[in-house]
Structure formats: structure tokens, C-alpha cells
């Protein structure tokens, strides 16, 4: 579907607050965070950012103008559940933002049929972007300085007229790209929207290479464009390893057992899929690192119960923690687990279990090819994502630039 050049063009001034800022001496304009492309980690990086501001600014405020995936919360200003971005919820509750409210900091939500009511002419770009400028304006005038999420890359949200760079525009904020690649395209679009590019931070290097990624693209960033390398984020392998909490959403499904553990995480190349005897199996959860996810058929019956009894042989003789995991898999329409074999988990608490609806193959690639994110619930790895990013991250350089009238 497209949307008619005439639609594109039209534009509207920018909020009051973002005028304020852009003319201000005293605080740097806002910072509007965008990735050149899907999983680059923008939400992580924002966390970072969040903290670092927070240890500079008494009140640091925080939107996301355009939102997809969204949750409902309670607003006690209106007095009722609405919905926001699920990330708003992440930054709001874990860094204690009291100071704003739950309705200004996710004006636009993108659900399932909202292009098609825009297309329709339901939906207007000018009600878009009144409710996106009246939300900066209340967040802004509450705060020192504003860090917005933006939606995807650059130009996400372009089909019904608000994509990133636009949007950064019309609040008159400096964009700050997260990336790995594919930084030209983003780059000349914040170009055509009058949109200073902050700087780059280039997330996910590999430690090997990272003295040498880290030389090369800041001259070839400065040279090119004359646009600084602000961070520069070795990869860190724990922060994509989903964690059981994951592969509960992931499967629609809950733990059958050892639920104190939903927020341990596997990773993805430690996974053991079972098809020998069950004496082999022992031996390798015996042998094995103690934190693997094994995966049998619903139809290894023996499979199943040797890894309840190693779990009790395990607790009895106090060896290492217990820290595998087992997914049972079976198609819903073929085969199920015999009640007889269910009623055996009770009791089993630290000793997680997950029933499953596909077939082994099936669940292997859905793992594989999924990608966690980070949620308010799973506060270890949102730490730990805080205390790796933030230290990479140059905001002196970053506030300059932010501060700058240029």
C-alpha cells in the first residue's frame, strides 16, 4: 500500500517545547534514539542512556512518540487502563519516572488495522502529530532533558506519516543512530528532514575486533559525514540467550514445574536435543554444563522421568545446582502427555519443565530464530544490559552535541 506524495509533504510546526529547546542555553534539545534496523538493540541502548542522563539531570523525561507492541496500564490521571508501548512500561517503572505520566509518554500506537484507517482518511496525519507534540510538551516542561524512542529504523512509520525522522523534526531533537550496518539510508533521511545526527553508536562488536572497529569507524564516520563515534559496544552473548519467562511467551505456554526459574536463561548453542538411550542421556547431563536446555518428544517417557530422577539423585547427594531445563515436545493434534507422567512433576520446584505444541524440529528453529527482548519482569538482565552499555557510551561528547546550536 502507498500513501499519495501530497499526504507525504504535508508538515506542521514544530511544539512549543521543542522550540524552547532547540533556542535554550541551559538544556541540550531532545534525544531521539533510532536503530538503522530490526534487533540492533535501541531499547537496551536506551536503558543505558537513561541511566547515564539520570546520574547528570534531576528529572529526565522519557517518550516514545510511535509505538507497535503495546500493554494496557492504569493511569490514575484519567482514572482508567490505556494502552502504551510495552517499552514505556520498562523505563517508567525501572527508573521510578513519577514525575510523568503513563498517557503523555505513548501518544501513538500502531496496532493491527491502523494503516488502513489511516488510508481510509479515519486516522489523520495532523491528529497524529497534535497528539505527539501535546504529549513532548507535558514530558518536556516536567523535565531537564528528554530521551525519545523512536519506532524501528528511520524511516518506520513512513506509511502513515510519521516515521522517526519526521517526527524528530517536528520535536526538534538530534537523532543518536544504533547500528551494526546500514547507516547511509538513515543518515540521508534525517538529511531530508533537517534532522542533526547526534552521532552513531555501533552495538554488538566482536570482542576480537573491537579495538579495530572501534579506529576505522570513527575516522571513516568523521570523514565521511562529520558525525562522531559516541559508543562503541563489545558484544555481550547472555543478553540475546532467552530466558524460560521467553520461551513461555514464545510457545504460549507456562512451566509445569520449577516456576522460581522463569527468569533463568539458556543459550541458544548449549541446546541438547535428545535422541539417544536414556543411560547416555544421564551421562551427559552429568558431564555437561550444569545449565543446559535439553529437548525430548513427549513420547520419551523414559527420557522424561530420568531427568526427574536425576534432579532428585541430585538434590539427595548435593552436587552442583540442579540447572537444566526440559522441553517436551509433541504436536497438540498427534500426541499428548499421559496424566500418569504429569501428576509426577508436583513437588519438583527447582526442576523446570515445559510442555510444548510442536514437534522437536519445530521448537529448535523457533528458538533459533527468535530474539528476546527485554521486559520490566526480567530485572537481572535488564541490570546487567545497564551496567555493559553505559560505560561505553560517551555522553559528555553526546550532551555537547545535544547542546549545540549548530
Known amino acids: ?68 507492541q503495546h500493554v494496557k496500564v492504569y493511569s490514575p490521571a484519567l482514572s482508567r487502563e490505556i494502552r502504551v508501548d510495552k517499552d514505556i512500561c520498562l523505563l517508567k517503572e525501572e527508573f521510578h519516572l513519577d514525575h510523568i505520566d503513563y498517557r503523555h509518554m505513548s501518544p501513538v500506537i500502531i496496532p493491527r488495522g491502523y494503516t488502513k484507517k489511516f488510508i481510509d482518511g479515519e486516522i489523520t496525519y495532523e491528529e ?29 512509520g513512513s506509511i502513515v506519516n510519521v516515521n522517526n525522522a519526521k517526527v524528530a523534526s517536528v520535536l526538534g531533537a538530534g537523532m543518536l543512530l544504533i547500528a551494526n550496518g546500514g547507516l547511509e539510508l538513515n543518515r540521508v533521511l534525517c538529511e531530508k528532514h ?9 552495538n554488538k562488536v566482536l570482542p576480537d575486533k573491537y579495538d579495530q572497529t572501534k579506529h576505522y ?23 540475546g540467550c ?30 541438547n536435543l535428545i535422541t539417544t538411550s536414556l543411560t547416555r542421556f544421564l ?32 538434590r539427595r547427594e548435593e552436587e552442583r545446582p540442579f540447572e537444566a531445563a526440559l522441553l ?26 515445559m510442555v510444548v505444541g510442536y514437534s522437536t524440529h519445530e521448537a529448535m528453529q523457533m528458538i533459533h530464530d527468535y ?10 538482565r535488564v541490570r546487567k544490559a545497564v551496567e555493559h552499555y553505559e560505560p561505553y557510551i560517551d555522553f559528555e561528547q553526546l550532551l555537547h552535541r545535544a547542546s549545540s546550536k549548530e
Open 1 to 68: 500500500m502507498f500513501v499519495s506524495a501530497s499526504i507525504m509533504t504535508r508538515r506542521i510546526a514544530p511544539s512549543s517545547a521543542a522550540r524552547l529547546l532547540s533556542t535554550s542555553n541551559n538544556r541540550p534539545r531532545p534525544i531521539f534514539v533510532a536503530a538503522t534496523k530490526q534487533h540492533v538493540g535501541k531499547t537496551t541502548t536506551s536503558l543505558a542512556l537513561m541511566s547515564g542522563l539520570q546520574k547528570r539531570f534531576e528529572k529526565v523525561g522519557f517518550i516514545k512518540p510511535v509505538g507497535q
Open 194 to 202: 533537517n534532522v542533526p545526527v547526534l552521532g552513531v553508536i555501533i
Open 328 to 353: 517436551v515436545c509433541g504436536r497438540k493434534d498427534k500426541y499428548q502427555m499421559a496424566d500418569e507422567v504429569r501428576d509426577m512433576f508436583e513437588g519438583l520446584e527447582e526442576a523446570p519443565v
Open 242 to 271: 532467552p530466558a524460560l519467562a521467553d520461551l513461555e511467551k514464545l510457545f504460549d505456554t507456562e512451566l509445569v514445574c520449577g516456576n522460581m526459574h522463569r527468569f533463568r536463561h539458556y543459550s541458544v548453542k548449549d541446546m
Open 128 to 156: 497524529q502529530m497534535q497528539q505527539i507534540s501535546a504529549s513532548f510538551d507535558e514530558v518536556s516542561n516536567a523535565s531537564d532533558v528528554v530521551l525519545c524512542e523512536g519506532t524501528g529504523h528511520c524511516a518506520v
Open 283 to 314: 551421562e551427559n547431563i552429568r558431564s555437561k554444563l550444569p545449565r543446559t536446555l535439553y529437548i525430548c518428544h513427549v513420547t520419551r517417557d523414559d527420557i522424561i522421568l530420568g531427568f526427574m530422577a536425576e534432579y532428585q539423585r541430585s
Open 217 to 239: 569507524m570513527s575516522k571513516a564516520l568523521q570523514d565521511a559525514w562529520g558525525i562522531p563515534l559516541l559508543g562503541c559496544i563489545p558484544d555481550r552473548p547472555f543478553l
Open 371 to 380: 530474539t528476546p527482548k527485554l521486559n520490566i519482569d526480567d530485572k537481572n
